[in-house]
């Protein structure tokens, strides 16, 4: 395992990582470990959600969808 030295955090930020570490229950090490590893593999979100949904199901020719009629909106509640 790889030791990280990172010189000269602001106090701030310090602080910041403190309270982070105990709301999670953690030790400071560990959460600084756990932010590296969400940060290093994380998946990146598709730019456009669309063409993502798109590109998933094009492979299988598409999802075709029922579209049910649309009804009229009910009433709303009453307060009386």
Known sequence: MTDLVIPDLDEALTEGLKSRAQRNGRTVQEEVREIIR??????PLPENLGRAIHERFKAIGGVDLEIPPRGSQRDGPHFD
């Open 38 to 43: 969400d940060a290093v593999f994380e998946e």
